[in-house]
Every structure is written in structure tokens, then in C-alpha cells.
């Protein structure tokens, strides 16, 4: 039973254009969601979080909106670079001391010159 | 500056030889760690938890096992390796108990052959 899921296994967007890559749980006590940036043959590097009591969370070129209603989560990338270009993976948390993090089966984002 | 290390980066094992993958923190205390694990073409699933020396809770029944026989050193073993083990092997920590992002290693490809 996957709790997180990334329904577009891949992405193309212009390079300049919006990137928006989408992400959706089931699991309602998870309080904390994060987005990971992936190369290949290299581990997960963080990119931007949010916390449950938020719905929006900016940083610099990224953005992350958080509709716990609909649980669903986004991850905006504007403007796009063709450096952008990776497998994008949503994360979430749950209420707990261990903190570990459940994952989603990632997004491949083509970011095209 | 915290850092975790991850080693060896492949490894190319036969079918039925051990195995012993290790992580390694620097800089902070008494982390969490994880083991994660990527299969070709998927997502990130978690393997281990610990919260603290000797304390191991596994996510899914395997042919693995971990240990934390120092407070930031994980180790991830087979006694047996299966060709079904092959994959990406990620080690990440994060702080204890705190709303924040977990840091992954650089990986272990592992072919099982």
C-alpha cells in the first residue's frame, strides 16, 4: 500500500517554463513533507520542506503548496534550468520519534534547452 | 559541519556470498539512521530505523539485517546475498526528534551476480 504517490513517472518542460511536479498521501498523521532531488547513482540531496500547519513554503526558485484537505503537495520550479533536470522525490513524515521518512517512486524532470 | 559517509560505492557480489555495507556520521549525536534502498526504476523504500545504539526496527521482512553497534556507525549485512537484492543502497540520518530533513549518503550499487 503505497502512502505516497508521484502518479507522472516523468516530465518535460521548456527551459524558462514552470516545472510542477505533483504528489499525493493517504496517510493523515504524516505532519512534515519534503521534496528530494535525486542524480543518478548519487543519494537523494534536500531540496524545500513544509510543515503540516503551513500551506505554502518558498525558496528562492522552488516553491512547495500543501492542500491537506485534498493531501496533496506540489513542488513549483520557476524559472526551470536545464540543471533542474533529475528525478524529483516527495516525502513525508509521520507523528512518531523516529522520524522516518516515507517516500514516493519519484518523477523524472527533463528540463529541455 | 555534519557529513556521512557511505561505503563501498559498487560492489559486485555472487549469489549466496555475506555481505556488510557501512554508513558513517560525523558531527553530530545520537542521529537517527536509516537504510533505504532503490530498486531499478523505484522509489526509495526503507529498510531499517535506529534511534540509538543496539535499536534496529525493520520495515520489511528480508534477507537483510542491520546493526548499530556505535552511535554513528550503521551497518547493513546478508549472510547470504540473492540476485533479488541487487539495487542501490542508501544510508541518511536525521536529527532526533526534530521537524527536519534526513541526509543521505552518496550510495552503494549493489550487483548481485
Known amino acids: 500500500d503505497q502512502q505516497v504517490k508521484q502518479n507522472s513517472p516523468s516530465l518535460s518542460v521548456q527551459e524558462g517554463r514552470i516545472s510542477i511536479l505533483n504528489c499525493d498521501y493517504t496517510?493523515?498523521?504524516?505532519?512534515?513533507f519534503l521534496w528530494y532531488k535525486k542524480y543518478p547513482a548519487e543519494g537523494p540531496t534536500f531540496l524545500i520542506s513544509?510543515?503540516?500547519?503551513?500551506d505554502k513554503n518558498e525558496d528562492g526558485r522552488f516553491t512547495v503548496f500543501l492542500n491537506k484537505s485534498a493531501k496533496h503537495l506540489s513542488l513549483h520550479i520557476v524559472p526551470s534550468q536545464p540543471g533542474d533536470s533529475a528525478v524529483y522525490f516527495c516525502?513525508?513524515?509521520?507523528?512518531?520519534?523516529?522520524?522516518?521518512?516515507?517516500f514516493g517512486s519519484g518523477t523524472q524532470l527533463t528540463v529541455l534547452p | 559541519s555534519q557529513t556521512i559517509h557511505q561505503w563501498p560505492a559498487t560492489l559486485v557480489q555472487p549469489v549466496g556470498s555475506p555481505l556488510s555495507l557501512e554508513c558513517t556520521v560525523e558531527g553530530t549525536s545520537n542521529p537517527n539512521l536509516y537504510w533505504y534502498r532503490q530498486a531499478a526504476g523505484r522509489g526509495l523504500q526503507l529498510l531499517f530505523y535506529s534511534v540509538g545504539i543496539g535499536q534496529i526496527s525493520s520495515e520489511v521482512p528480508q534477507n537483510l539485517s542491520a546493526s548499530r553497534p556505535q552511535d554513528r556507525q550503521f551497518i547493513l549485512s546478508s549472510k547470504k546475498l540473492l540476485l533479488s537484492d541487487s539495487g542501490f543502497y542508501l544510508c541518511?540520518?536525521?536529527?532526533?526528534?526534530?521537524?527536519?530533513?534526513?541526509?543521505f549518503g552518496q550510495g552503494t550499487r549493489l550487483t548481485v551476480v
Open positions: 516525502a513525508a513524515r509521520e507523528v512518531g520519534s523516529a522520524r522516518q521518512l516515507t
Open positions: 513544509i510543515s503540516s500547519i503551513k
Open positions: 496517510n493523515s498523521m504524516f505532519d512534515y
Open positions: 541518511a540520518w536525521s536529527v532526533l526528534g526534530m521537524n527536519t530533513e534526513a541526509f
